[in-house]
């Protein structure tokens, strides 16, 4: 399910604190664009772990009915709890790769995790940065 939602950033000393009147929940960030990632975390957290309980996850409130303070910025945040999930998902899975016998070898001796070397060339592979 993907949806946007408001927040309410209020400008700090340094960065900004973020409030997300659908879920009731804050968050921080040093500059927008992190106060804005820190947000959309948040709701996908919050998102996943209300689903794992059974709870529904809020719909979105409009925008226009949120009447900022002085200074505070309105904004939106689109979450995709179902990717969300995906890219935070810590399971393992266990997978049967082949090789060559003499590749193996070579690898074993150079105490080489399989499972790491694997996980690094298939984000090589997919451009997936570490995070």
Same mark, same amino acid.
């Given at each position: =399910?993907?949806?946007?939602?408001?927040?309410?950033?209020?400008?700090?000393?340094?960065?900004?604190?973020?409030?997300?009147?659908?879920?009731?929940?804050?968050?921080?960030?040093?500059?927008?664009?992190?106060?804005?990632? =820190?947000?959309?975390?948040?709701?996908?957290? =919050?998102?996943?772990?209300?689903?794992?309980?059974?709870?529904?996850?809020?719909?979105?409130? #409009?925008?226009?009915?949120?009447?900022?303070?002085?200074?505070?910025?309105? #904004?939106?945040?689109?979450?995709?709890?179902?990717?969300?999930?995906?890219?935070?998902? =810590?399971?393992?899975?266990?997978?049967?790769?082949?090789?060559?016998?003499?590749?193996?070898?070579?690898?074993?001796?150079?105490?080489?995790?399989? #499972?790491?070397?694997?996980?690094?060339?298939?984000?090589?592979?997919?451009?997936?940065?570490?995070?």
């Amino acid at each position: =399910m993907k949806n946007s939602y408001p927040i309410i950033l209020t400008p700090e000393e340094k960065g900004f604190t973020v409030f997300i009147p659908d879920f009731n929940i804050n968050t921080q960030g040093d500059d927008l664009t992190e106060a804005i990632e =820190m947000a959309r975390d948040a709701i996908g957290l =919050m998102g996943i772990d209300m689903e794992d309980d059974g709870k529904t996850i809020p719909a979105a409130s #409009s925008a226009k009915d949120i009447k900022p303070a002085e200074g505070e910025i309105i #904004s939106l945040v689109d979450v995709d709890f179902a990717e969300y999930r995906r890219k935070n998902e =810590m399971k393992v899975v266990k997978k049967n790769c082949t090789l060559p016998s003499w590749l193996c070898y070579e690898a074993e001796k150079a105490n080489i995790n399989f #499972s790491q070397a694997l996980q690094a060339a298939l984000k090589r592979e997919l451009n997936i940065a570490d995070s």
